[in-house]
């Protein structure tokens, strides 16, 4: 049983039970949302980090604290919300004061970089695992969700992708180039696309960070939209680091994770009209199109479809 079919069949059913009706969104967007009075919307979401899983061993706290809040954020910036605050609830295996001063140091740098509070949280002894839940607003309705896609619309992304996937084998390097290093940062210090988002409420028909790799998560987007689409692989954005340093940019591209950047779908039109500052941030990759599924444009080489699936069989 995967992850997606575990929390189907176990999970799902929960929440349609009891709707209240002020819960505009449960189970399945990156964010819930909650009406919360008259011209308000809260959108909110929880993201657990488990040492081992999703950052190694003996990861620096500096950056692990960075990490922990830009990746949590990233399901803010793909509603499109105004960040408020967040809480903290730390597993720890002891009470480490040079780790907790460097952690609390690098949490603290981001929480002022993207306007989060903390708010609260819980502490609790054993293995290192961060859940961070984060709160953010919109006006009433204006949350970018995934299910808004249309057949004609262009798939655009923000920045570059792959070089997270690429930083996983130079983790370890004592001495890094600056192209290495440059591609390091993409994955230690992730930005949460925040100002991008909201600037693409009511515009955006629909949008999901990248966190599980572009496919897996345009695929979801496509599904949650009940449409398909077809993406040109030789459009993707990609870094002339990643490029100088690997063969294979457009694969980590297209199948890596942890880019934490926007994919959003919307007419053609609405592109143009948007200022240069933020078109400028976007590559137009593709096309929404009525046929379920996901294709490549002018390319024959077979789509894998995988993310990354904590139950799955990779
Ligand atoms: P993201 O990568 O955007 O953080 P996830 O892949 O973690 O999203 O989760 C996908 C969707 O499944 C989300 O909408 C999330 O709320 C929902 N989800 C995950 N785990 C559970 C669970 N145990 N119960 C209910 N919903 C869940
Ligand atoms: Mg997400």
Request: with cysteine; hydrophobic share 40%.
């Amino acid at each position: 049983m995967g992850e997606f079919e575990l929390i189907r069949r176990y999970f799902l059913p929960l929440s349609r039970s009891g709707k209240h009706p002020a819960v505009l969104l449960g189970p399945g967007d990156d964010c819930a949302i909650q009406r919360v009075g008259e011209g308000l919307d809260l959108v909110f979401s929880v993201d657990t980090l488990v040492q081992g899983v999703h950052f190694p061993a003996n990861y620096s706290p500096e950056k692990l604290g960075w990490r922990c809040l830009a990746v949590a954020a990233s399901d803010l910036a793909a509603m499109g919300a105004d960040p408020v605050c967040f809480t903290l609830a730390m597993t720890l295996p002891d009470a480490d004061a040079n780790w907790l001063h460097g952690f609390s140091a690098g949490l603290s740098e981001a929480s002022r970089e993207f306007g989060l509070d903390l708010a609260g949280g819980d502490i609790t002894k054993g293995p290192l695992t961060l859940t961070l839940q984060v709160h953010g607003t919109v006006p009433s309705g204006s949350a970018i969700k995934r299910s808004g896609a249309k057949p004609g619309e262009i798939i655009c992304v923000s920045g570059t992708l792959g070089d997270a996937g690429a930083a996983l084998e130079l983790l370890d390097l004592a001495l890094p180039t600056r192209q290495q290093a440059q591609i390091l940062t993409h994955y230690h210090a992730p930005r949460p696309m925040l100002a991008l988002g909201q600037s693409l409420r009511g515009v955006a028909s629909a949008a999901v960070d990248i966190s599980d790799g572009l496919i897996a998560d345009l695929d979801h987007l496509l599904e949650a939209s009940g449409v398909g689409g077809r993406i040109d692989p030789d459009r993707l954005p990609l870094s002339d680091a990643l490029i100088a340093l690997r063969a294979d940019a457009t694969d980590l591209a297209l199948y890596a994770g942890d880019d934490y950047q926007l994919c959003i779908t919307l007419p053609e039109n609405s592109l143009e009209a948007l200022p240069s500052s933020v078109r400028d941030q976007l590559t137009v990759i593709g096309q929404v199109e009525d046929p379920k599924g996901l294709r490549f444009h002018g390319d024959s080489r077979p789509l894998r479809k995988r993310g990354y699936d904590h139950f799955g069989s990779q």
